[in-house]
């Protein structure tokens, strides 16, 4: 069991501001983590709502990994709330089953989705989901690995999960607009 100092405490819950360069290394590790390049999370970025034309985004984001730029407050925070969230989606699915098919692809269930992981050229893998209702959601990019694609699966789950929902509460309120 690790002991905190009170030292320590103070950094959790009021951490002291980092650097330029500790901010700019923390964030390439966490992108490291999150396993999403540049465009990737430029796409995601864009798919939760941030209107700047797409080369910005990207542009951005490039030059806060090479330093060029300081990480923003925002992106630290949008980073940061990924991060938790695939965590979370880690443990709570870290016995997930996967079955290979004859194919050579992968399949699995999860929530109310089925996955299917389909090997492409070059090693890389394609990530198909089809909802039980037979919605299936935009595929990501094909991935450079079959655990890339199975932790890229997990987040398409959970981002497809947040569309429904946000789905049914646009459904009510036309519903309620028209009593």
């Known amino acids: 069991m690790s002991v905190v100092t009170e030292e320590g405490q ?11 360069e500790e901010m700019t290394a923390e964030f390439q590790t966490q992108l490291r983590e999150l396993g999403d390049s540049p465009v990737e999370l430029a796409d995601r970025m864009q798919k ?9 985004i990207l542009r951005g984001i490039q ?21 938790r969230q695939q965590r979370k989606l880690k443990k709570r699915h870290a016995n997930l089953t996967w079955n290979q098919l004859p194919d050579g692809a992968y ?12 090997p492409q050229s ?19 990019r094909w991935q450079d690995s079959l655990e890339a694609a199975k932790h ?9 999960t947040d569309y429904l929902i946000e789905l049914e509460i646009e459904r009510a309120a036309e519903k309620h607009g028209d009593a």
Request: aromatic fraction near 6%.
């Open 107 to 118: 399949s699995t269930q999860m929530d109310d989705f089925g996955i299917t992981l389909a």
């Open 122 to 140: 070059r090693n890389r893998w394609l990530v198909n989901l089809r909802h039980k209702d037979g919605l299936s959601p935009p595929w990501p």
């Open 152 to 160: 890229k699966a997990l987040i398409c789950v959970e981002d497809a």
């Open 63 to 83: 030059r806060m990994l090479s330093g060029e730029t300081r990480v923003s407050g925002e992106m630290k925070a949008l980073v940061t709330m990924m991060l």
């Open 10 to 20: 103070h950094e959790i819950f009021e951490p002291r501001n980092k650097t330029p």
């Open 48 to 56: 939760l709502g941030d209107d700047r034309p797409y080369n910005t």
